[in-house]
C-alpha cells in the first residue's frame, strides 16, 4: 500500500495545477479571516447647506454615526453613484426656520441607491438627529400662551442635552462563545474554503477518470485498478488538502493568534472526506471527463453566487433557502457537522467506491 501511495505522490506532482490548488487553498484559509475582521460599513455623505446652529449640532451627531462631510452637493451624489459613499444627506438652506415653522415635510433629502447596504440604519441616526432639533419646538409650541417664549423652551433644552446625558444605562455585560467578528471571519473561511476544496477534489476525480481507471482496468482488472490506483490517488489529494488547511490554520495562529481555524479544522476535514466520497461517485455517474467537469463547473457556479452559502440568507430572501437545498456543496457540509459523520463517511466512501467498480467492470471502456 505504501508503495501504491508513494506512486500516487508522483503522479499528483507531475500534474502542476494540483499543488498550485493546494497553495492557492491554503492562502484562502490563512487570509479568510483577517477579511472578515476588517468589514465594517460603508460611510454615508453629509452636506449641509442651511450652516445654522440647529443643523451644525445635527452634524455632529452624524459624523458620530458613521457620516462624513461633503461640502458639495453635486460631489456627493457623484460619490453615491459611484459606490464610494453608501447613501447620503442633504440638509437644504433654510432648514432652521422650516423647522421652526413646522414644515419639514419633504425638505431634507436621504439619497440612496439600489447597492446601498442598509440605508435604513442611516436613514433612522438622520431622523433621531432631527427628531432632537424638533422637540423643543414641538414642546414650545404647546406651551404657546403661557407666557413662555419659544427662544426661551429651546435656550433650556439645549442646555440640559449640553450637560450630558439626562439618564444613564445599566450596563451588563454577558459571556460569548464568538464575536461578531469571529462569525464573519468564519462565514469567510467556510465559504472560500470549501469551493476551493470542492474543486480540488472533484477535478482531481477527473483526473482520475481519465488517468488511471482508463489505462489500467483493462489490464489489470477493475477491482485491482480501484485498489492500487484510485483510492491511493485519492488518499494522497485528500491528506494534500488537509495538510494544506493545517498548514493555513497554524500560520494564521503564529502571525494573527488566532484559533478560529483551528476550532474549524474538524468540520474541514470532515466535509473533505464527503466531497472525496462525492467525487468518486459522480466520477461512476458519468463516467466520463468532459460530462464530470461541466457537472462540477455548473455547481461550483450557483455556489459562487451565494457564497458565502452558510449564512442564513432566506431571512433576506426566501427563495434563496429553497434554492440552497440543491447545492451540494451546502448539502456536504451540513452532514459533516453531523454527530454520526463518524459513521457516515465510510459508509458513503464504500458506497461510491463500489458504484464505480460496477461502473467500470461491466462495459468495455474506450
Not at 477491482?223 to 497554524?250: N, Q
Request: aromatic fraction near 10%; charge should be negative; proline fraction near 5%.
Amino acid at each position: 500500500m505504501a508503495g501504491n501511495l508513494l506512486l500516487a505522490l508522483k503522479r499528483v506532482f507531475r500534474t502542476v495545477y494540483f499543488p498550485i490548488l493546494l497553495i492557492l487553498l491554503a492562502m484562502v484559509i490563512f487570509l479568510a479571516p483577517m477579511l472578515g475582521r476588517e468589514e465594517t460599513i460603508p460611510n454615508a455623505g453629509l452636506c449641509d447647506l442651511d450652516k445654522t446652529k440647529s443643523s451644525e449640532r445635527i452634524a455632529a451627531y452624524l459624523t458620530d454615526n458613521g457620516y462624513i462631510i461633503c461640502e458639495d452637493e453635486h460631489v456627493m451624489r457623484e460619490m453615491i453613484q459611484d459606490g464610494i459613499l453608501n447613501c447620503g444627506l442633504i440638509i437644504p438652506e433654510g432648514f432652521e426656520e422650516l423647522m421652526y415653522a413646522d414644515s419639514l415635510d419633504d425638505t431634507v433629502i436621504f439619497i440612496s441607491s439600489p447597492l446601498s447596504y442598509s440605508p435604513e440604519i442611516y436613514q433612522s441616526h438622520a431622523a433621531a438627529a432631527i427628531f432632537g432639533e424638533l422637540a423643543p419646538i414641538i414642546t414650545a409650541t404647546q406651551l404657546d400662551g403661557t407666557g413662555i417664549t419659544a427662544a426661551e423652551s429651546v435656550g433650556e433644552y439645549h442646555s440640559l442635552t449640553d450637560s450630558g446625558l439626562r439618564f444613564s444605562f445599566l450596563v451588563e455585560t454577558v459571556n460569548t462563545v464568538a464575536s461578531p467578528q469571529d462569525e464573519r471571519a468564519s462565514t469567510y473561511l467556510l465559504g472560500a474554503a470549501s469551493l476551493f476544496i470542492f474543486a480540488v477534489l472533484m477535478y482531481a476525480a477527473c483526473d482520475l477518470l481519465s488517468g488511471d481507471i482508463r489505462m489500467l482496468a483493462p489490464r489489470i482488472g477493475m477491482g485491482k485498478t480501484v485498489l492500487h490506483a484510485v483510492i491511493p490517488g485519492m488518499v494522497v489529494r485528500v491528506i494534500g488538502v488537509m495538510l494544506s488547511a493545517l498548514t493555513a490554520a497554524f500560520m494564521s495562529w503564529a502571525v494573527f493568534e488566532d484559533t478560529l481555524i483551528l476550532s474549524l479544522l474538524v468540520p474541514l476535514c470532515v466535509y473533505t472526506l464527503y466531497i472525496a466520497a462525492f467525487a468518486i461517485f459522480a466520477a461512476a455517474l458519468f463516467a466520463d471527463t468532459a460530462k464530470m467537469q461541466i457537472f462540477t463547473f455548473f455547481i461550483l457556479i450557483p455556489s459562487l453566487i451565494l457564497c458565502p452559502i452558510y449564512v442564513d440568507m432566506s431571512l433576506t430572501y426566501r427563495w434563496i433557502s429553497i434554492f440552497r437545498i440543491l447545492i451540494p456543496t451546502y448539502q456536504l457540509w451540513i452532514y459533516a457537522e453531523h454527530p454520526l459523520s463518524a459513521v457516515i463517511v465510510p459508509i458513503a466512501a464504500a458506497v461510491s467506491l463500489g458504484a464505480l467498480y460496477l461502473r467500470f467492470s461491466k462495459k468495455p471502456i474506450s
